[in-house]
Each structure stands twice: as C-alpha cells, then as structure tokens.
T-cell receptor, first 113, second 114 residues
C-alpha cells in the first residue's frame, strides 16, 4: 500500500532557528512527493515537489527537501524560521494508480519570537 | 483571475438535509477535485474529475455525489447529511489531467451537521 507518514504533529521553533519537518513514505514504485503549506484559514499552497530528478529540491520561501530512497524519507527543512512560517505543512504522495494524491496527517509549526 | 472559488464559506445543516457545495475555477483547468480535512487526518480525496463529463471516486466517496458538466464548475452534493460529514471541504484544480500538476486550492467550506 502506498502511504505517507508525518512523524510530528506539532513542531515549535524559535524565530531564526532551523526548521525540520519529517516525512516517511511507503511506495513500491519510484514516487512523486510534494510538500504543501496551509496558513490559518486559507487553502493549501505548493511549497515544492520531487518527481525523480534531483534528490535535493528547492521550494518557495527558502524551504528545501531531500529525497532519500534508502531511508524512504522526504524531510522538509529551512535554515532560519520566520514568524510567517507558522502554518500547517502536509507531505503528499502521488498514487501511481488512479491519478490521486494521498496526504500525511500534517505538522503544525509554531514559531516563537 | 479569481482562481478557485468556493461557496458558501460556512454552512450548518441538520441530519438528513441535502445541500450542494459549489466550486468554480476560471483558469481553464482540466483536473478538479474535492477533499475533506479532519484534524490529524490530513486531506482525504472524495471525488475527482479529469475533464468535463468525467468523474471518479476518491478514498471517501460514500454520501457524496459530483458531476462535471462544464470545465469551470465542479459541485459536490451531500445527499443526506450526517454528523460524520462535519468537516472542512476543499476544492482544488490543476492545469493538466494529472494529480502531479500543481494543485490550486480554494479557501474551503466549513460544514457542521447537527
């Protein structure tokens, strides 16, 4: 079965410190993976996507993610958190059959001043 | 462009009532989809469409109907509302027919079923 698991439901960081959001996936094929962000009371917005090109993917707002096949992971990082990064982040896997996306449970990020 | 619009923003229903959640996009996108968002469960796909006249089921289709008579509109119908359908509903669209294309999400409809 194809699935995606976000290992932390909540992450709290101080402004200016690094952010790490962890995502593991399960897939029997070479996956396409995405990170989406949802700011409070808004719809979701694409941060970045991996589709079997470079394993280090750069996204918007200084975020990047590294695809590691040996660890079945696709963790999202940012070197220095900003107050505007407070949001919920979703790791997303494209299912090969059926042209559908499957979402992780989400990680809510709190940024402390 | 207005992007993806959803109406209403909020709705309260009684058990057994029916209603339609509206979704429209003005970007000439082929792929449209409906998700529900529940705490700790991420978003779950209800139904999707790869073009006018074509729809298919997602993970949680029971209790919901869709149709796609035009490229722009993709309404979601609740046939007989149940408290388990209390959720936030998001519509999304993308340019091509692939879910891998960048999805553009509407602002959501918060539905409460009493």
């Amino acid at each position: 079965a194809q699935s995606v698991t976000q290992l932390d439901s909540h992450v709290s960081v101080s402004e200016g410190t690094p952010v790490l959001l962890r995502c593991n996936y399960s897939s029997s094929y070479s996956p396409s993976l995405f990170w989406y962000v949802q700011h409070p009371n808004k719809g979701l917005q694409l941060l970045l996507k991996y589709t079997s090109a470079a394993t280090l993917v750069k996204g918007i707002n200084g975020f990047e993610a590294e695809f590691k096949k040996s660890e079945t992971s696709f963790h999202l990082t940012k070197p220095s958190a900003h107050m505007s990064d407070a949001a919920e982040y979703f790791c997303v896997l494209l299912k090969a059959a059926g042209n559908k996306l499957t979402f992780g449970g989400g990680t809510r990020v709190l940024v402390k001043p | 462009n207005a992007g993806v619009t959803q109406t209403p923003k909020f709705q309260v229903l009684k058990t057994g009532q029916s209603m339609t959640l509206q979704c429209a996009q003005d970007m000439n996108h082929e792929y449209m989809s409906w998700y529900r968002q529940d705490p700790g469960m991420g978003l779950r796909l209800i139904h999707y469409s790869v073009g006018a006249g074509i729809t298919d089921q997602g993970e949680v289709p029971n209790g919901y109907n869709v149709s796609r008579s035009t490229t722009e509109d993709f309404p979601l119908r609740l046939l007989s509302a149940a408290p388990s359908q209390t959720s936030v509903y998001f519509c999304a669209s993308s340019r091509g027919q692939a879910a891998a294309d960048t999805q553009y999400f509407g602002p959501g409809t918060r539905l409460t079923v009493l």
